[in-house]
Each structure stands twice: as structure tokens, then as C-alpha cells.
């Protein structure tokens, strides 16, 4: 054949050619020219046409060069171009599925511009063939993400991010439960532990706050929208200063109760005010307001200050008894 490896050699070029052929006296032969019409057949075969009448049959080795100048893919068969990679404008989907939790897999990840951010979408469902999606249940993995560090010997895990789904979702539903937990791996490399989760509610935990204890006063926060501050006292952070105009009178209006609080299954009774008294008495510097300024609960640290005014008075009250008597 002088067709070979993509390179043609003609089948009388031991002799040079037809002119070398002449030379020797060898004259026009059929079969040497059917012989040489067959090779130039199955090199024209081989070639891919420009026009798209044909395609490769195999693996084409670019030979380190590349395709230049070429369309934006618009189907799932077409290689995307570098500026659909840099624009945001393309989407790339991974179909293969990976396996992530004790039933769930990775079905199709996307990749894509959502207009005001990047996003990546994760489909996850419990059947590991593409195409076919099989509802998640409760307590199935949805993600996890694991950050490795090398011990000497092997990658370990040293921080884990995992989504999980808590209660099976609602067929119709624009959401479904969901909850995110963040561990990390303990000094001594033996356990994780969970440094905060969020669950499906969006309670935030943080268990290892717990045994984290000091006798100082509590100095967090919480606002009505769920913000978290540092609660301060120095004069540096005041301004507008002014006598406390409550005291004895004020205090003597409050009514201290007990209660027992709701979604509390323990069935403790506690001690305390309610925010609407104080504030129908004007006492609105020590209550909290929610979003809609309706009472939602007491500054009971700031509380003291009302205390002490109280107890100035009295002191004066029975020091002007005292003044009296003597």
C-alpha cells in the first residue's frame, strides 16, 4: 500500500517514476497504474472534507497545533471556544454521576452566569444512572466537601463541609429541607468536630461554644433580624448622655412574674418581666423592638441602671428618716 501513516509513497518510486520507468525501458502497465489509482483512492478516503460530507473514524493527534477561528458550541456535542469559557455565556455540565453519601449522587453539576453572580448548581439525586432521578430522603448527603492535609503518611480530613438533607422534600415545592454542618479536625488529629451547623429551621449551632466557658459577663447581641453584635459599656462608644429620669416609682410599677416558654418541652418555670409591661410604663430604653416596633424583648443587663437609681433613692429616703429621728 503507499498509502501509510497519513504519507503516500508512489509505487514505482524505487525507480524514480514514470520517467524512471521510461528510462529503464519499462513500459505503461494497467495493473501499475490501477495499483497506483487504488492508493491515491484510499489516501482521498482518509481525508476529512472541508464541505462536512465526511467525518474522522478516529482519534485526530493535533500534533501540538490547534483549532483557530472557530464557532461558540450551542449543543452538547460541540467543544466550547475560549471566550465562552471567559464571558460567562457558556454552561458547562458534568454528567457523570458521583457517588457522595450512603444512597445519593452528583447527577449533573452547572456552572453558569445567574445575571448578578456565578452560579453552581448541584443536582443530586439517589439514582446513580444520568436521566434518571429518584426522590432524596431523609438524612441522605446532598454534599460534602473535604479539605485534606498530608500527616507523613496519607491525605487526611481536616475540615468538612456537608450538606444534608434533613426531612424528604415535597413534590411541587420551589425548596426543599436543608441543613450545613462544618467540622473540623481536633488538635490531636483523632476525631472531627463540629465547629458550627445551620439546620433546616436556620438555627445556628455552635456545640463546642458549650464547654468553651469564662465567668465574665455575657457580651453578644442578637437583633431582631438575627445580627450579631458585641454589646459595650465604655464611654467611647456613647454619646447623648443623660441622668437616668426613672427610679423608685418606675420600679415599683413592674411586676415581676414566672412562666414556662413556649417550644421549652422541659416544663422549667422561669423568672422574669414582660417586655409589653415595660413598655406601656414608657420604659422603652430597656425594651427590644422587632422589625414591625412591636415589644419582643427586655435589656435586662440595662436593667442594673434602673436598680441603682431606685436604691440611691431609697438610701436618700432613709437617711432624710434617720435625720429626723436623731
Known amino acids: 500500500m503507499g498509502w501509510s501513516g497519513g504519507s503516500y509513497t508512489k509505487g514505482n518510486s524505487a525507480t524514480g517514476g514514470w520517467s524512471g520507468d521510461a528510462s529503464l525501458g519499462i513500459g505503461i502497465e494497467a495493473g501499475r497504474h490501477d495499483t497506483q ?22 482519534n485526530l493527534p493535533m500534533g501540538g497545533f490547534k483549532h483557530t477561528n472557530v464557532a461558540s458550541a450551542s449543543s452538547n456535542d460541540e467543544y466550547t471556544t475560549q471566550g465562552q469559557l471567559t464571558d460567562g455565556s457558556f454552561t458547562p455540565t458534568f454528567l457523570n454521576p458521583n457517588y457522595i453519601g450512603s444512597s ?20 443530586v439525586s439517589r439514582s446513580s444512572t444520568v436521566g434518571v432521578d429518584t426522590a432524596v430522603q431523609a438524612g441522605d448527603v446532598l454534599y460534602r466537601h473535604d479539605i485534606q492535609s498530608y500527616n507523613g503518611a496519607a491525605y487526611v480530613r481536616s475540615v468538612q463541609l456537608q450538606a444534608t438533607c434533613p426531612v424528604a422534600p415535597t413534590s411541587g415545592n420551589p425548596f426543599a429541607p436543608g441543613s450545613y454542618a462544618i467540622q473540623v479536625g481536633n488538635a490531636t ?117 434602673l436598680a441603682f437609681k431606685a436604691i440611691q433613692e431609697l438610701e436618700a429616703k432613709v437617711a432624710s428618716l434617720e435625720a429626723q429621728i436623731a
Open 104 to 123: 445519593t449522587f452528583f447527577n449533573q453539576t452547572n456552572c453558569y452566569n445567574g445575571g448578578t453572580a456565578n452560579v453552581e448548581q448541584i443536582n
Open 37 to 58: 489509482d487504488d492508493d491515491f483512492a484510499t489516501g482521498i478516503d482518509n481525508c476529512i472534507a472541508k464541505d462536512g460530507q465526511n467525518s474522522a473514524t478516529a
Open 189 to 305: 488529629g483523632t476525631a472531627l468536630l463540629t465547629a458550627l451547623s445551620v439546620n433546616s429551621s436556620g438555627w445556628v449551632y455552635a456545640p463546642q461554644v458549650y464547654s468553651n466557658t469564662t465567668a465574665n459577663a455575657a457580651n453578644v447581641y442578637v437583633s431582631g433580624t438575627g445580627l450579631l453584635q458585641r454589646s459595650t459599656s465604655s464611654l467611647k462608644y456613647k454619646e447623648n448622655i443623660e441622668p437616668l429620669p426613672y427610679g423608685l416609682k418606675e420600679v415599683q410599677k413592674i411586676k415581676p412574674v414566672t412562666f414556662t416558654s413556649k417550644g421549652d418541652d422541659s416544663g422549667a418555670r422561669y423568672g422574669g418581666l414582660i417586655a409589653e409591661d415595660l413598655h406601656k410604663q414608657g420604659l422603652s430604653e430597656f425594651v427590644v423592638y422587632d422589625e414591625e416596633n412591636e415589644p419582643d424583648a427586655i435589656h435586662y443587663g440595662n436593667l442594673v441602671s
